[in-house]
């Protein structure tokens, strides 16, 4: 009498029994269990001992044999076929090292890049509340949704979403992109679309495409970290821009551009870190220097879609000028781990930025490409912004709650409109450093200025998200910050004038 197997098929799982089946002889060759040139029992035996139909056995048996685990010869039976073995791996060391140091390029050694490791950023505790998070938490991701649509790709495109994707992306999703534009006031045609990997390679082949080593660019003077990194990289002087509350400052800007500015990189409806927006005026002055100077315009809309307020941010700049090159992500509003990004650009830069696009990476996943365009076309992210909105409102409520009762009195911000950033500027001569590792000593990671300033000269402050905490993690995370704050302040002996707390 054979011994039985001790495989045991579910009829209410979600996989069919045939591949039940498969999943579990695989499992028991990796393990050695069933070894090489094992013969498995004969179908109709099997069938009998798990009390299922002989076909459901068969077809595992077929799955397998396709997939080159086990080979089948009539009349002798089916074997475990012979696994390829690991060749053993020694690691060479008796030959020394190359001289790294001195190979490596000038570009890795940018100021900007090293910024977060000189803060010794994530060194904190285990229990640490994440107040720099850029991130939606876990429970804010669609993942049952996606998870249909990535089966449903898989399903009716097979093979085909396998493949690599056109350089410029999978069609039906630049179609979804363009639709879900136009849903925001943008005009765009699914020719105009360009599906990146990230809106971070979106911005990168905008500066490959535009600036040489030794280009002004332009800047907010603290701007998003990781266009300084990329910028930095590619050689740019960057150039920081001082602001007002409309906006850069135009006159400021006129000066610089006369230098041969390359490009002037904005991020208008929820400046990072500020997340101060650009008045309807000054959009209009933008568009009409960047003609006059014949400088273009970046515009990053990475946080579209997650304004918190009933009236919607201002005309964005690419539905003033056509000429502007636009930026947005699906990695605030829906899922990062998506990396899908879209990049619109003027006609004439297309085919740099397409070629480009090809070198680099080949284009972004065929797969992702298909399920995130089936959840477009399904409607489902409408619903799931309209909840995340909610949920957002929420949490900056909580936040400013636990602020105005945990900061010290006098320290102001400006309340958020946008569902990302709570940025708080620092009394004058407060160290923002000091505050930042006294809070990760106390278990809760916040963003200070020094990460995304330009120059060194700008305005200290902090920058504070509530996309990556729930409510009452945030309103902890304050007491924390405050705990932090008061310590800081003690030790400088920092004399900050005492204030009603107001929020502006
Ligand atoms: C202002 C800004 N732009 C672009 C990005 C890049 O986002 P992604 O590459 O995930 O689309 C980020 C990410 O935090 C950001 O803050």
Known sequence: MPKPLGISLDPTHDEPLYRQLFDQIVARIQSGTFPARYRLPPTRELAQELATHRNTVVRGYEELEA?????????????????????AVEVPGELGALPWASLTSRALQAEPLGRSERLGVGAGRSDTIMLSGMQPSPDLLPDELFRRCLDHAMRTQRAKALAYAPREG???????VARDLARQGIPASADDVGITTGSQQALDLVVRALVNPGDPVLANETTYAGALNLLSVGGARIIGVPSDDEGPDLGAIERHGRVGAKLLYLMPNCQNPTGSRISQERREGLVAWSHAAGVPLVEDDYASDLHLESEPPA???????????????????????????????PRALRPAIWQLKHTLDLGTSALLQHALAEFLERGYLEPHLTAARAEYRCRRDALEDALRRYLPRGVRWKRPETAVVLWIPAPPGFDVLALHAEAQRAGVLVSPSFLCEVGGTERHGLRLS????????????????GRAWAAVERRARVRTVPQRVEVI
């Open 170 to 176: 999978v069609p039906r999703l630049r179609e979804a």
């Open 315 to 345: 005309t964005s700049l690419r539905a003033l000028d056509g000429e502007v090159i636009y930026l947005g992500t699906y990695s605030k509003k829906l899922i990062p781990a998506l990396r899908i990004g879209y990049v619109l650009c």
């Open 67 to 87: 997939a080159g685990f086990v080979v089948s010869t009539v009349g002798r039976g089916t074997f475990v076929a012979d696994q390829p073995r690991p060749a």
């Open 466 to 481: 509530f996309l990556s905490e729930p409510p009452e993690r945030l309103a902890e995370g304050a007491r924390r910050l």
